[in-house]
C-alpha cells in the first residue's frame, strides 16, 4: 500500500466532476483511490514506462475519466495543454521519490540490499549513476553525497570512490557499498552505511529537485480556485523546497533562500494553509511500513480571489 494513501486522497479533497493529477503515478495506488472516491477525471504521469501496465488496468476500469502519460512532472504545463487543458479544477497530488516496485527490482539499481547495475533512472533515459560516479571530481562526488544526502563521511566515501574506480570498473550497487562500507565500518544499526550515499545518487541522477521546483512553479500557475496540492516528501531537503514555496505562496513569508525557487512576483496571495503543521503517517502506518517514518504531507488551496 502506498505511502499516506488515506491522508493524501482526504486532503485533495476529491469531488465530483473535476479535473485532477496525480504527478507520480507509480502502481497507481492513489490514481485507483482519486477514481474511486467521486465521479472525476483523473490525468496520471510517471516518467517511468514500466508502470504502463498497471496504467492500462486502470484505464479498461475507468475508460474516459483516466489518462496516462509518460513523462517527467516537470512538463506539466506543456502536457495538460495537449490533453486540451490549462486549468486544473481540482487539485494536484504528487508522491515524491521512487516506488517500491522501483526499489524492488534489483536491474533498476536503486537498491543497496540487491545486487544490479548501478543504474537509478526512473525514465530508463539519460545518464545513468554510474556514469555520473565517472563524470565527477572527488569536490563535485563529495558535494552531492553531502547536498543530497546529508552524509557525513561525505568527503571521505567520495575520495573511496575516486580512488578505487578505475582500479576495478564501478558498475554494481554492491560493488559500491562495498566501498562505502570502507569508509562507514562501525556505523549505527539501525541504518545502512549506504542509505544516505544511494538517495544522494539518486536525487543527482534523476535530478529530483529540478523537476520538483518545475512543478510547484507550474501548479502555481495551473490550478482554479479551490484546488488544492498536495506534495508528500521524504526527507528533509525535499521537504524544504515545498515548505518554502507553500510559506511563499500563501504570504506567510517571503523565500529569501536563492537555492529555492522563487515565485514569479506574486503581487496577491492566492493560496491559504490547509494544514499548518505537516500531516505526518500514523504510528501503525511507520511500523508496518519503514519507508513511511520519513514521510511528511503538506497541503495549501487556491483562493477563490
Ligand atoms: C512513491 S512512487 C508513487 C506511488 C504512488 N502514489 C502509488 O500509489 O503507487 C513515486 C513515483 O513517481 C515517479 N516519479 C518520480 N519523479 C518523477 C518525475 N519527475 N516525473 C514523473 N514521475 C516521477 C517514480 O517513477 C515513481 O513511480
Same mark, same amino acid.
Given at each position: 500500500?502506498p505511502?499516506?494513501?488515506?491522508?493524501?486522497?482526504?486532503?485533495?479533497?476529491?469531488?465530483?466532476?473535476?479535473?485532477?493529477?496525480?504527478?507520480?503515478?507509480?502502481?497507481?495506488?492513489?490514481?485507483?483511490?482519486? +477514481? $474511486?472516491?467521486?465521479?472525476?477525471?483523473?490525468?496520471?504521469?510517471?516518467? /517511468?514506462?514500466?508502470? @504502463?501496465?498497471? #496504467?492500462? *488496468?486502470?484505464?479498461?476500469?475507468?475508460?474516459?475519466?483516466?489518462?496516462?502519460?509518460?513523462?517527467?512532472?516537470?512538463?506539466?504545463e506543456?502536457?495538460?495543454?495537449?490533453?486540451?487543458?490549462?486549468?486544473?479544477?481540482?487539485?494536484?497530488?504528487?508522491?515524491?521519490?521512487?516506488?517500491?516496485?522501483?526499489?524492488?527490482?534489483?536491474?533498476?539499481?536503486?537498491?543497496?540490499?540487491?545486487?544490479?547495475?548501478?543504474?537509478?533512472?526512473?525514465?530508463?533515459?539519460?545518464?545513468?549513476?554510474?556514469e555520473?560516479?565517472?563524470?565527477?571530481?572527488?569536490?563535485?562526488?563529495?558535494?552531492?553525497?553531502?547536498?543530497?544526502?546529508?552524509?557525513?563521511?561525505?568527503?571521505?566515501?567520495?575520495?573511496?570512490?575516486?580512488?578505487?574506480?578505475?582500479?576495478?570498473?564501478?558498475?554494481?550497487? +554492491? $560493488?559500491?557499498?562495498?566501498?562505502?562500507?570502507?569508509?562507514?565500518?562501525? /556505523?549505527?544499526?539501525? @541504518?545502512?552505511? #549506504?542509505? *544516505?550515499?544511494?538517495?544522494?545518487?539518486?536525487?543527482?541522477?534523476?535530478?529530483?529537485?529540478?523537476s520538483?521546483?518545475?512543478?510547484?512553479?507550474?501548479?502555481?500557475?495551473?490550478?482554479?480556485?479551490?484546488?488544492?496540492?498536495?506534495?508528500?516528501?521524504?526527507?528533509?531537503?525535499?521537504?524544504?523546497i515545498?515548505?518554502?514555496?507553500?510559506?511563499?505562496?500563501?504570504?506567510?513569508?517571503?523565500?529569501?533562500?536563492?537555492?529555492l525557487?522563487?515565485?514569479?512576483?506574486?503581487?496577491?496571495?492566492?493560496?491559504?494553509?490547509?494544514?499548518?503543521?505537516?500531516?505526518?503517517?500514523?504510528?501503525?502506518?511507520?511500523?508496518?511500513?519503514?519507508?513511511?517514518?520519513?514521510?511528511?504531507?503538506?497541503?495549501?488551496?487556491?483562493?477563490?480571489?
Amino acid at each position: 500500500m502506498p505511502v499516506m494513501m488515506k491522508e493524501a486522497i482526504e486532503a485533495l479533497n476529491v469531488r465530483n466532476n473535476l479535473d485532477y493529477i496525480d504527478a507520480t503515478f507509480g502502481g497507481g495506488g492513489y490514481s485507483e483511490e482519486i +477514481l $474511486k472516491k467521486a465521479d472525476c477525471n483523473l490525468l496520471s504521469i510517471d516518467k /517511468d514506462p514500466t508502470v @504502463k501496465n498497471y #496504467a492500462k *488496468k486502470l484505464k479498461v476500469k475507468y475508460k474516459k475519466r483516466f489518462t496516462f502519460v509518460n513523462d517527467d512532472f516537470e512538463n506539466l504545463e506543456s502536457i495538460i495543454k495537449e490533453n486540451n487543458k490549462t486549468l486544473i479544477s481540482g487539485g494536484i497530488v504528487a508522491d515524491l521519490g521512487v516506488s517500491s516496485f522501483q526499489l524492488d527490482n534489483a536491474e533498476r539499481g536503486f537498491s543497496f540490499n540487491k545486487d544490479g547495475p548501478l543504474d537509478m533512472r526512473m525514465s530508463g533515459k539519460g545518464t545513468t549513476a554510474q556514469e555520473l560516479i565517472y563524470s565527477l571530481d572527488e569536490k563535485g562526488l563529495a558535494k552531492i553525497l553531502w547536498e543530497y544526502g546529508d552524509e557525513e563521511k561525505s568527503k571521505a566515501i567520495a575520495k573511496m570512490i575516486i580512488k578505487e574506480r578505475n582500479k576495478e570498473v564501478l558498475d554494481t550497487t +554492491l $560493488k559500491l557499498v562495498k566501498l562505502i562500507k570502507r569508509v562507514k565500518k562501525s /556505523d549505527n544499526k539501525k @541504518k545502512h552505511p #549506504a542509505t *544516505k550515499s544511494f538517495q544522494a545518487l539518486r536525487i543527482a541522477t534523476n535530478q529530483e529537485f529540478k523537476s520538483l521546483e518545475k512543478l510547484l512553479m507550474i501548479s502555481e500557475k495551473i490550478l482554479s480556485p479551490g484546488a488544492r496540492l498536495v506534495l508528500i516528501t521524504f526527507h528533509s531537503l525535499e521537504d524544504r523546497i515545498v515548505k518554502f514555496f507553500f510559506n511563499e505562496i500563501t504570504g506567510k513569508q517571503e523565500n529569501l533562500n536563492r537555492h529555492l525557487p522563487q515565485v514569479i512576483k506574486i503581487k496577491k496571495v492566492k493560496f491559504k494553509v490547509i494544514s499548518k503543521k505537516p500531516i505526518l503517517p500514523s504510528s501503525n502506518e511507520i511500523k508496518s511500513n519503514r519507508r513511511a517514518r520519513s514521510a511528511k504531507l503538506r497541503v495549501v488551496e487556491r483562493m477563490v480571489i
